[in-house]
């Protein structure tokens, strides 16, 4: 039996990550700050990187893609190009969620906090303890940042990752605060994202849809697709 093919493609942030794993094994990676282009970059960096290694869509049996929350814009633009190599070649799809995979590797007992940037003086935040979800992901003024994750480990140590984090003052935790603001950990990344959905169960590709956790700037006005 071939070794089962992972593709993972994560498009939340101003960095569009895409990386190719075989058996578990890393086989290409390409990972280039694109700001809000994604629309015009992402399928060249796919197409790109299948061609150095020599495989086609249909070759792979799971996709991963980065579900948000970040750029509305190019959360939609994984997603929904994801799902339509996905539902095309009928691979399974995972969708990962950026606050995670920001994360991903860091462990142990401290509270982990991880951050993206959401724009509008405003960050993407959780936490998580061992394995328990202690904030969900969430949506907050910069300024008010800090105090909430104090809020929630008022003495223990904290590991806070993410680059978004440098935006916000985090003096009141002194000495007790270690901060992740460097790759691999600086922003959702590909391998992250296929490490993680290696281990979950597919997601049903019909009904997978991004984590924006801040409503969309633009939304459809009501009536307009025939609803209420």
């Keep these: 039996m071939k070794p089962s093919r992972l593709a ?9 990550s895409v990386a190719l794993f075989e058996g578990g094994r890393l086989v290409a990676e390409d990972s280039r700050r694109v700001s809000n282009a994604h629309g015009e970059s992402l399928l060249p960096m796919i197409s790109a990187l299948f061609e150095r290694v020599g495989w ?4 792979l049996t799971r996709w991963a893609v980065g579900i948000g929350p970040g750029s509305f814009t190019g959360v939609r633009i994984g997603v929904a190009t994801v799902k339509g190599i996905a539902l095309a070649t009928g691979a399974q799809i995972v969708g990962v969620t950026s606050l995670d995979a920001v994360a991903y590797g860091l462990e142990g007992d401290a509270l982990i906090v991880s951050t993206v940037a959401a724009g509008k003086g405003e960050i993407f935040v959780q ?4 394995g328990d979800l202690v904030l969900a992901p969430m949506h907050l003024p910069v300024a008010q940042v800090a105090s909430r994750v104090l809020a929630v480990e008022p003495t223990g140590r ?10 916000a003052d985090w003096s009141a935790l002194g000495a007790r605060l270690t901060l992740m603001l460097e790759a691999p950990h600086d922003l959702p990344r590909a391998p992250a994202l296929a490490a993680l959905a290696a281990a979950r169960a597919p997601d049903d590709a019909d009904t997978l849809e991004p984590l924006y956790v801040r409503a ?3 939304t459809m006005p009501r009536g307009a697709t025939g609803g209420p």
Aim: proline share 7%.
């Design 216 to 218: 969309p700037d633009i």
């Design 158 to 167: 904290i590991v806070v990752a993410g680059e978004a984090a440098r935006a």
């Design 56 to 59: 086609a869509p249909a070759d």
């Design 8 to 16: 993972a493609v994560d498009t939340s942030t101003a960095l569009g």
């Design 127 to 130: 936490a998580r303890r061992g």
